[in-house]
């Protein structure tokens, strides 16, 4: 199956199609093309299958993604719009009793003598603690579970 690695910028659109051969293959699309297709990510996802199948994927239908594996996407636009305070404001979605963290920080001080301290303006205006735990589960980790957790997966 297919791995796919998207990165959405505000020029580029960096499509990255891991093959289960090992291959890597890169497809890079301009961000805004409304005159070639409505989303980059979507195009480049398709362009990666069409490589990877050897047989057209066409535009008006959906994605058969039963040829992936996963998808991760990042994109640079959504983390300027949040470091510029350009966007819609933000909320911290966090497990319980960490609704601190960010506030915290790693205890890096540069300045360690310094009498009158300026921190860093917080990237959200409000906290949600959920009572949950997030554990990362990855290819090569087992599954383990306790009658206190479940996984979500997708």
């Known amino acids: ?9 505000g020029t580029f659109t ?51 993604t039963k040829h992936i594996k996963w998808i991760r996407m990042g994109t640079t636009v959504a983390t300027n719009a949040l470091l510029e305070r350009t966007g819609a404001r933000e909320v911290l979605v966090i497990s319980k009793g960490f609704r601190d963290l960010l506030r915290i920080g790693n205890q890096q001080r540069p300045r360690i003598f310094d009498l009158e301290i300026k921190r860093p303006e917080l990237l959200y205006d409000e906290v949600i603690e959920i009572d949950a735990r997030v554990r990362v589960l990855t290819e090569n980790a087992p599954e383990k579970k306790n009658e206190d957790s479940a996984v979500a997966t997708g």
């Not at 199956?1 to 910028?9: I, K, N, S, T, Y």
């Not at 699309?29 to 980059?40: K, M, T, V």
């Not at 195009?43 to 047989?55: D, K, M, N, P």
């Open 14 to 64: 960096d499509v990255v199609a891991f093959y289960p051969n090992g291959e890597l293959v890169v497809h890079k699309l301009i961000s805004e093309d409304p005159g070639s297709y409505d989303d980059a990510p979507t195009e480049g996802i398709r362009r990666a299958l069409e490589t990877f199948l050897g047989e057209p994927v066409p535009r008006d239908k959906p994605i058969p």
């Open 1 to 9: 199956l297919l791995r796919v690695a998207v990165d959405r910028g």
